[in-house]
Structure formats: structure tokens, C-alpha cells
């Protein structure tokens, strides 16, 4: 009896609660019309502003792609051109830093080192761009170093290291560090070769260095790594494609 009287008293609770919103909607109907109009139109403005910006992020990589393709065709002022108004006309998408990169491999390409350093700067220098920032740290090096100064390129190797110890390009770093101290502080490259030799001893930098490290007469001997092993990457860095889905 206890029960039923229990369960009752839920149920009329319910039923109560229940009315007193009907009720509310009844004395404030104006009111309720206005607050569901005012979220239907927030939520097809929402979907509007999805699909919009959906197509301004496509368009925008699409014209990261025909930029590219005009650049690969030597077309490289109109490519250049296409580039520059991705950064201004699509900067709220994710292709601006890919179309500075891709600019500064073009200048890099073109022997415009200066050009090509501030392009691959403005990526390595802002957080929002994490993925790419190491690719950006490694060509600004590299062109620093063409450009004949060694100090400034050393300085982005290390903060290559420092920021992504764990990157693939982290042995090729430290072997180009190692270079550049090998005229200035030999005794500070050694210990970047062996460093070298301790953190990837399967990698073929590695071997690199161990070469580095032997006595001079059987560093001249050695003939067991290929021709090209341990040669640094090619002067002129080629142009990373963006990933296929933005």
C-alpha cells in the first residue's frame, strides 16, 4: 500500500511539471514562437556558414594546386602571383602556409636565397603552423648556408634541434651543424659526429659521421658506403605538395 501510494505521488509530480510547462508556452506564446524562430535561424545560418566556408577552403586549394602546376610548367611569375593572393584572399584556410612554403622553394630554385629565407621563416616563426615548421627550419638552414652565412644557418639547426629532437631531419641537422663547427670548432664537431654515431647508429648519417670520427688515412680506405651515402640533400629543396585532403 506504501508503494502504490509512493508511485502515485511520483506520477502526479510528473504530470504536474509537465502541465506547468504547458501552461508557461500558454501565458508566454509569443515569447516561445520568438525564442524557436530565433534558434532555426541560427541553425541554418550555422549550416550556411559550414558550406561556405567549406567551398572557400576548396577553392583556396585549388588554386594552391594550379600554382604549383604553373610552377612545375616554368611558369613562375604567374605562379608566384596565384600564390600571393592565396595568403591574402584565403587567409582564414589552411593553405597560406603551403603557399609560402611553396614560394620559398620556388625563390630557393631561382638563387633568391633572402626571399626565399623570409618565406620559409614566416612558417618556422608562427605556432599555428607545427607540421610544417621543421620542413621550413631545414630549407631556411639550407639557404642560409648558400647564401655563405654559416654562423645564421648553424643558429636554425639548433633550434631545429632543439624544437624537434625527434624529426626525421634531426640526424641530417646535426651532420650539417657538424659541418659548419668543423671550421670553427673542431673540437665541438666531434662531439655532434659522435653524438651522431650514439642517437641513430642505424641511420646513414651515422655512418657519416663514424667516417668523420676515423683517423684521416682510413677515412681516405673506406670504400664500404655507397657514393652517396651521407651526402647532404641537394642544394635546392623541391617543392612539398600539400596533403591530399586539406
Same mark, same amino acid.
Given at each position: 500500500m506504501a508503494d502504490w501510494w509512493?508511485?502515485?505521488?511520483?506520477? !502526479? $509530480?510528473?504530470?504536474?511539471?509537465f502541465d506547468n510547462v504547458l501552461n508557461w508556452i500558454k501565458t508566454h506564446r509569443e515569447t516561445f514562437i520568438g525564442s524557436i524562430v530565433i534558434l532555426l535561424g541560427?541553425?541554418?545560418?550555422? $549550416?550556411?556558414?559550414? &558550406?561556405?566556408?567549406? !567551398? @572557400?577552403? !576548396?577553392?583556396?586549394?585549388?588554386?594552391?594546386? &594550379?600554382?604549383?602546376? &604553373?610552377?612545375?610548367?616554368?611558369?613562375? *611569375?604567374? /605562379?608566384?602571383?596565384?600564390?600571393? /593572393?592565396?595568403?591574402?584572399? %584565403?587567409?582564414?584556410?589552411?593553405?597560406?602556409?603551403?603557399?609560402?612554403?611553396?614560394?620559398?622553394?620556388?625563390? %630557393?630554385?631561382?638563387?633568391? #636565397?633572402?626571399?626565399?629565407?623570409?618565406?620559409?621563416?614566416? @612558417?618556422?616563426?608562427?605556432?599555428?603552423?607545427?607540421?610544417l615548421a621543421p620542413f621550413a627550419l631545414y630549407n631556411a638552414g639550407r639557404a642560409k648556408q648558400a647564401l655563405g652565412d654559416a654562423n645564421s644557418a648553424a643558429a636554425v639547426y639548433r633550434q631545429l634541434l632543439e624544437k624537434y629532437p625527434e624529426h626525421f631531419f634531426a640526424p641530417e641537422a646535426h651532420f650539417l651543424l657538424a659541418g @659548419?663547427?668543423?671550421?670553427?670548432?673542431?673540437? !665541438?664537431?666531434?662531439? $655532434?659526429? *659522435?653524438?651522431?654515431? #650514439? #642517437?641513430?647508429p642505424e641511420n646513414v648519417w651515422s655512418a657519416s659521421a663514424q667516417q668523420k670520427l676515423a683517423p684521416p688515412v682510413e677515412r681516405a680506405a673506406a670504400t664500404s658506403a655507397p657514393a652517396d651515402r651521407g651526402k647532404p640533400a641537394p642544394d635546392r629543396p623541391e617543392i612539398i605538395p600539400p596533403p591530399k585532403t586539406p
Amino acid at each position: 500500500m506504501a508503494d502504490w501510494w509512493i508511485q502515485s505521488g511520483t506520477e !502526479e $509530480v510528473k504530470k504536474s511539471g509537465f502541465d506547468n510547462v504547458l501552461n508557461w508556452i500558454k501565458t508566454h506564446r509569443e515569447t516561445f514562437i520568438g525564442s524557436i524562430v530565433i534558434l532555426l535561424g541560427a541553425g541554418i545560418f550555422a $549550416v550556411f556558414f559550414t &558550406m561556405k566556408y567549406q !567551398e @572557400i577552403k !576548396e577553392t583556396a586549394w585549388q588554386n594552391l594546386f &594550379m600554382a604549383q602546376q &604553373m610552377a612545375y610548367a616554368g611558369r613562375v *611569375e604567374e /605562379s608566384v602571383q596565384r600564390l600571393n /593572393s592565396i595568403e591574402t584572399d %584565403f587567409a582564414k584556410t589552411s593553405a597560406p602556409p603551403f603557399a609560402a612554403f611553396t614560394k620559398g622553394d620556388l625563390y %630557393f630554385k631561382q638563387g633568391k #636565397l633572402k626571399e626565399a629565407i623570409e618565406e620559409y621563416q614566416k @612558417i618556422a616563426n608562427n605556432p599555428k603552423y607545427p607540421e610544417l615548421a621543421p620542413f621550413a627550419l631545414y630549407n631556411a638552414g639550407r639557404a642560409k648556408q648558400a647564401l655563405g652565412d654559416a654562423n645564421s644557418a648553424a643558429a636554425v639547426y639548433r633550434q631545429l634541434l632543439e624544437k624537434y629532437p625527434e624529426h626525421f631531419f634531426a640526424p641530417e641537422a646535426h651532420f650539417l651543424l657538424a659541418g @659548419i663547427l668543423e671550421k670553427t670548432n673542431p673540437e !665541438e664537431a666531434k662531439k $655532434v659526429y *659522435e653524438k651522431i654515431a #650514439l #642517437l641513430y647508429p642505424e641511420n646513414v648519417w651515422s655512418a657519416s659521421a663514424q667516417q668523420k670520427l676515423a683517423p684521416p688515412v682510413e677515412r681516405a680506405a673506406a670504400t664500404s658506403a655507397p657514393a652517396d651515402r651521407g651526402k647532404p640533400a641537394p642544394d635546392r629543396p623541391e617543392i612539398i605538395p600539400p596533403p591530399k585532403t586539406p
